[in-house]
């Protein structure tokens, strides 16, 4: 049985930057947070939430499953006067896949990557690996040299609801 096309493209992307990585897939869906933790059986700080954000140009915001972007923090960072999380379609444009299945590298273009502090917490870290219904595995210590990213303090701890997506 062949991958789904996403899961091959961030399984490629993965193997080019030399990255130890697993895949896993589900049956049921990991596009949350909370999903994706129950579904692993890990603590939901370990998720990595793939956060896309639109100011002057789109970047990608990677946080703690626990945690969500304080926007005034992230408009501070940008040095824009306006930033809005990214619709559905607006996500998908932005990085070649479907909310709950964005990882932190592979996109089909080049994207800014704001890495916040608090993932750096963990050793091991989970995020969306193409689809809704598969994760990749990567270590901290690897992420912000897979995803291009700047490490950054944008994020503040607790969701309302406790259902965070993932992308």
Same mark, same amino acid.
């Given at each position: ?104 590298? &592979? ?20 995020? &969306? ?19 291009? &990213? ?10 309302? &609801? ?6």
């Amino acid at each position: 049985m062949s991958e789904h096309p996403n899961v091959e493209r961030v399984r490629a992307a993965a193997s080019t930057l030399g990255l130890d990585v697993e895949i896993r897939h589900f049956p049921s869906t990991t596009r949350t947070a909370v999903d994706a933790a129950r579904e692993i059986g890990c603590a939901l700080g370990q998720i990595i939430k793939s956060l896309v954000f639109l100011g002057d140009e789109p970047c990608l915001v990677l946080v703690s499953g626990v945690d969500r972007v304080d926007e005034a923090k992230l408009r501070a960072f940008l040095g824009t006067a306006i930033v809005r999380r990214a619709s559905a379609e607006e996500a998908r444009a932005a990085t070649g896949y479907p909310i709950g299945g964005v990882p932190p590298f &592979g996109h089909a273009r080049p994207l800014r990557v704001l890495v916040d502090r608090g993932l750096l917490a963990h050793e091991e870290l989970w995020a &969306g690996a193409g689809t809704g219904e598969a994760v990749i595995r990567i270590a901290s210590r690897e992420l912000l040299r897979a995803s291009g &990213g700047s490490l950054v303090d944008v994020a503040t701890n607790g969701a309302p &609801g406790g259902r965070v997506p993932l992308t």
